[in-house]
Nanobody, 116 residues
């Protein structure tokens, strides 16, 4: 059973920073891509950042490139998303996900980020 658990969301002022965490289970990074997504009010879920297998390559959505950083700590089995220069438009529910069987198969419950 794969369980992803996000944490670290909260309320922050525009221009501020947050670091989101995703507890993702053992050995995930050696075999699977991991990603961060968000769903803003009234909008579809969108992909923000992907950490490809092996962890050396990352991809970012244009909307967050240069402001967000995806990373991992293998020893802690944890995926991170560092958010900086936050804008009110970044407000939303943030999810981590694991790619498996050709789809984003496993999802966490989400953590809320509110920028005012």
């Amino acid at each position: 059973h794969v369980q992803l658990v996000e944490s670290g969301g909260g309320s922050v002022q525009a221009g501020g920073s947050l670091t989101l965490s995703c507890a993702a289970g053992r050995y995930t990074y050696k075999r699977n891509c991991m990603g961060w997504f968000r769903q803003r009010p009234g909008k579809d879920r969108e992909g923000l950042a992907v950490l490809w297998i092996g962890g050396a390559t990352t991809t970012y959505a244009d909307s967050v490139k240069g402001r967000f950083i995806i990373s991992r700590d293998n020893a802690k089995d944890t995926l991170y998303l560092q958010l900086s220069s936050l804008k009110t438009d970044d407000t939303g529910m943030y999810f981590c996900a694991r790619y498996d069987s050709y789809i984003w198969h496993y999802w966490g419950q989400g953590t809320q980020v509110t920028v005012s």
